[in-house]
T-cell receptor
């Protein structure tokens, strides 16, 4: 079946550095990709929606200059957390849909820890 | 509106019993609902879905019930197994100006051997 792959699965870095997370659709063309953030024992919160070749649409309260999203191809979207701080530590999950919209396939997430 | 994350409630059941997990959704205009299972350290996994023009749908060992009057979803798992232990989220799809999947608050299911 369709698979969405995220890389890296876990990253630890110092405060102030920028971190890039990749999300790839492995066997289908992802017309739309979504980025979610999940804090411990909480639900997934939608951060932004990106369509291939266009700018991402950010949810209210999500800083677009802090969380840079690029969706340059139908199989790859990247999320860059710029100048990361400890409060950005979280589990970041991407998902993707193809031309038929459903079902939405999820990656296995990236655990980001900022020291 | 979107769900706000809260600490997860827990449902503890005996292996072999049936489990019922409930969810209240927020938008009466949502026309598609999905239940996801999330194991520790992993992304959500699709379980079953239901459209708003239905009130019940059955899968293998799982049944989803939809009550649009009170905006309530439930997931029933028959003969619960240890491998069912996970966090379960309902999600609603809003298709107004764009496609958007919004998660509910989630329930942790613990299966006692």
């Amino acid at each position: 079946g369709a698979v969405v792959s995220q890389h890296p699965s876990w990253v630890i870095c110092k405060s102030g550095t920028s971190v890039k997370i990749e999300c790839r659709s492995l066997d289908f063309q992802a017309t739309t990709m979504f980025w979610y953030r999940q804090f411990p024992k909480q639900s997934l919160m939608l951060m932004a929606t990106s369509n291939e070749g266009s700018k991402a649409t950010y949810e209210q309260g999500v800083e677009k200059d802090k969380f840079l999203i690029n969706h340059a191809s139908l199989t790859l979207s990247t999320l860059t957390v710029t100048s990361a701080h400890p409060e950005d530590s979280s589990f970041y999950i991407c998902s993707a849909i193809g031309r038929s919209n459903q079902p939405q396939h999820f990656g296995d997430g990236t655990r980001l820890s900022i020291l | 509106g979107e769900s706000v994350g809260l600490h997860l409630p827990t449902l503890s059941v005996q292996e072999g019993d049936n489990s019922i997990i409930n969810c209240a959704y927020s938008n009466s205009a949502s026309d598609y609902f999905i239940w996801y299972k999330q194991e520790s350290g992993k992304g959500p996994q699709f379980i079953i879905d239901i459209r708003s023009n239905m009130d019940k749908r059955q899968g293998q060992r799982v049944t989803v019930l939809l009550n649009k009057t009170v905006k309530h979803l439930s997931l029933q798992i028959a003969a619960t197994q240890p491998g069912d232990s996970a966090v379960y989220f309902c999600a609603e799809i809003l298709m107004d100006s764009s496609y958007k999947l919004i998660f509910g608050s989630g329930t942790r299911l613990l299966v006692r051997p």
